[in-house]
């Protein structure tokens, strides 16, 4: 089965500036998708960002944008000028491409980064 | 956002009981799944399916069975709850198609077990 490392079980950053999650997984696969999902106090698990792997763009989203490097298999998630808002457990999550195959489609999860925002 | 809702929100039950937890989704999905979330250990795989009464067991299906008989519900059940069970649950969503990726996820269900 394939593994999502989240070494950073909590990360910190000053209101406004740049902070970066780091994600590292393992797979035998070419063709894969990787997420980064925020959960805020309320529970609910919002998508953040998806990168699919046979795009060597790296994937942007307003202030949210991450780092791919296919060949180390690092998936790090930078947020720029934080917000308040921001403050979340932050999950790294891993999916196959699958195909047909039920094992693929399978989602991997990190052990998650809590982020705190200081005003 | 997408459709999917589970129920019950909360639920207190007492150790050797059985529990149902409902997982809804209004969007068709071929793929569903049930997670356990736990402090220090992420979301963890309890069952997925793969369509109408196809299963199979995840990481952590010890305790737990599931059944799905329409595309739309996905049940999750204890057969006799244990304290280790006591956990929040999880039931996500997810399409086959390129553009149909990422998983969905439900409120969740704050589960105990006395």
């Known amino acids: 089965a394939q593994t999502v490392t989240q070494s950073q079980p909590e990360m910190s950053v000053q209101e406004a500036e740049t902070v970066t999650l780091s994600c590292t997984y393992d797979?035998?696969?070419?063709?894969?998708?990787l997420f980064w999902y925020k959960q805020p106090p309320s529970r609910q698990m919002i998508l953040v960002i998806r990168?699919?792997?046979?795009?060597?763009q790296n994937a942007t989203e307003n202030r949210f944008s991450v780092n791919f490097q296919k060949a180390a298999k690092s998936f790090s998630l930078k947020i720029s000028d934080s917000q308040l808002g921001d403050a979340a457990m932050y999950f790294c999550?891993?999916?196959?491409?699958?195909?047909?195959?039920?094992?693929?489609?399978?989602?991997?999860f990190g052990t998650g980064t809590s982020l705190t925002v200081i005003p | 956002d997408a459709g999917i809702t589970q129920s019950p929100r909360h639920k207190v039950t007492e150790t050797g009981t059985p529990v149902t937890l409902r997982c809804h989704q209004t969007?068709?999905?071929?793929?569903m799944y049930w997670y356990r979330q736990d402090p220090g250990h992420g979301l963890r795989l309890i069952h997925y399916?793969?369509?109408?009464?196809?299963?199979d067991k995840g990481e952590v299906s010890d305790g737990y069975s599931v059944s799905r008989s329409k595309t739309e519900d996905f049940l999750l059940t204890l057969e006799s709850a244990t304290s280790s069970q006591t956990s929040v649950y999880f039931c996500?969503?997810?399409?086959?198609?390129?553009?149909?990726?990422?998983?969905?996820f439900g409120q969740g269900t704050r589960l105990t077990v006395v």
């Open positions: 996500a969503i997810s399409g086959s198609g390129r553009a149909e990726t990422e998983a969905f």
């Open positions: 999550a891993y999916r196959g491409r699958g195909g047909n195959t039920y094992t693929g489609n399978q989602f991997y």
């Open positions: 990168q699919e792997a046979y795009k060597q």
């Open positions: 969007e068709n999905h071929r793929y």
């Open positions: 399916s793969y369509g109408v009464k196809d299963t």
């Open positions: 797979t035998s696969e070419s063709d894969y998708y």
